[in-house]
């Protein structure tokens, strides 16, 4: 079920630009430089406009194309989103908007997520956004209308 009411562009207004050397650069606000203007990069900076202005997600509670160990292979995920007490919360994969939301990109995100258990995760390539919340006692997830609001207490 794709997400409702998720216009990522609405916040393409609030993205920072700097050309140099005949070279284009996005200012990524979490970490705090301007890095290349790629298709992708637009994308996870629409997201973090959103989930920080849209849905009051913290940005000093995020992490950005950090690194994660899986067996033997190092990955990067796009965004991880933590709550209060410092526990992931919400995991996000971006393609560009050219590259279609498919099983690949769940099954992408969903191999991090073995790791990082997080309770939701969020695909987007930026027109088309899937939320889903996971179940793990019952080791199922269901897809949701809409981004979760961001907890305003502990998860405890």
């Known amino acids: 079920m794709k997400l409702k009411n998720i216009d990522l562009l ?35 900076q629409l997201v973090i406009q959103f989930l920080t202005l849209e849905k009051n997600y913290p940005a000093n509670l995020m992490a950005v194309e950090k690194s994660l160990k899986i067996n033997e292979l190092t990955k990067r995920f796009d965004i991880l989103v933590y709550n209060r007490d410092r526990k992931p919360y919400l995991l996000v994969e971006c ?4 590259v279609p939301v498919s099983e690949a990109t769940f099954f992408q995100i969903g191999v991090y997520n073995l790791q990082l258990q997080v309770p939701y995760l969020l695909v987007t390539n930026g027109r ?5 919340q996971m179940d793990y ?9 809409e981004v979760p609001p961001y907890p305003a207490l502990s998860s405890d």
């Open 10 to 44: 609405h916040f393409q207004h609030k993205l920072v630009f700097r050309k140099k050397d005949g070279q284009v650069f996005i200012h990524d606000p979490v970490r705090r430089k301007y890095l290349v203007q790629t298709p992708e990069e637009v994308v996870r």
């Open 128 to 132: 088309d956004s899937y939320c889903y």
């Open 95 to 98: 393609k560009a908007p050219n």
């Open 137 to 145: 006692e019952a080791q199922s997830f269901a897809f949701l209308e």
